[in-house]
T-cell receptor, first 113, second 118 residues
Framework: RKEVEQDPGPFNVPEGATVAFNCTYSNSASQSFFWYRQDCRKEPKLLMS???SGNEDGRFTAQLNRASQYISLLIRDSKLSDSATYLC??????????????FGTGTLLAVQP | GAVVSQHPSRVICKSGTSVKIECRSL??????MFWYRQFPKQSLMLMATSNEGSKATYEQGVEKDKFLINHASLTLSTLTVTSAHPEDSSFYIC??????????????FGSGTRLTVV
């Protein structure tokens, strides 16, 4: 089983749609969680951190359920510029040897005009 | 914000030669940097953790003698792919986190190096 699992998609949605991505992780000791965005042939860029209380940044809302080891990302009012691969990322530890990011395979979003 | 500069962005080399990739933290100190590899349509896979002033920690299955890592200063880590072969062709990306900053800022990535071995 992969440490971080995502539906690879693609998700093809019209402009203005709301789309949700899900992610599960296997290591219950994981400490911090992120969503990154990666455009084609580019490096990943941090979209937002994910907290147990849930957090929102404009059109983006992230949720974390530690009991279910489940992370979600909701995008409202999709824009063409949202088209990218969204990576679910988990940090396994605070420091030392366990302090490293584990990436999901990513979910491809294609927003259609 | 934290910026990581990676160079070169693209390199084409002949089979059997070595290629060095540099990763610099421009406005912060990074005692630890991470090296990833990404094959087409796959996710980033951590290769090794680069530690300033000490040996790198390699992930299982990554040959340390093939992928030489040097982290000689708080702002520079290098990855050398030795005796490169076509199967080493990939997108190599480094990352680091400003330890003086907040953990919620995540990790900053270099722009990546696309290596093609012919």
């Amino acid at each position: 089983r992969k440490e971080v699992e995502q539906d690879p998609g693609p998700f093809n949605v019209p402009e203005g749609a709301t789309v949700a991505f899900n992610c599960t992780y296997s290591n219950s000791a994981s400490q911090s969680f992120f969503w990154y965005r990666q455009d084609c042939r580019k490096e990943p860029k941090l979209l937002m951190s994910v907290y147990s209380s849930g957090n929102e940044d404009g059109r983006f809302t992230a949720q974390l359920n530690r009991a279910s080891q489940y992370i979600s990302l909701l995008i409202r009012d999709s824009k063409l510029s949202d088209s990218a691969t969204y990576l679910c990322v988990v940090n396994k530890g605070y420091g030392g040897a366990t302090n490293k990011l584990i990436f999901g395979t990513g979910t491809l979003l294609a927003v259609q005009p | 914000g934290a910026v990581v500069s990676q160079h070169p962005s693209r390199v084409i080399c002949k089979s059997g030669t070595s290629v060095k990739i540099e990763c610099r933290s421009l406005d912060f100190q990074a005692t630890t940097m991470f090296w990833y590899r990404q094959f087409p349509k796959q996710s980033l896979m951590l290769m090794a953790t680069s530690n300033e002033g000490s040996k790198a920690t390699y992930e299982q299955g990554v040959e340390k003698d093939k992928f030489l890592i040097n982290h000689a200063s708080l702002t520079l880590s290098t990855l050398t792919v030795t005796s490169a072969h076509p199967e080493d062709s990939s997108f190599y990306i480094c990352s680091a986190r400003d330890v003086a900053g907040q953990a919620s800022r995540g990790y900053t990535f270099g722009s990546g190096t696309r290596l093609t071995v012919v």
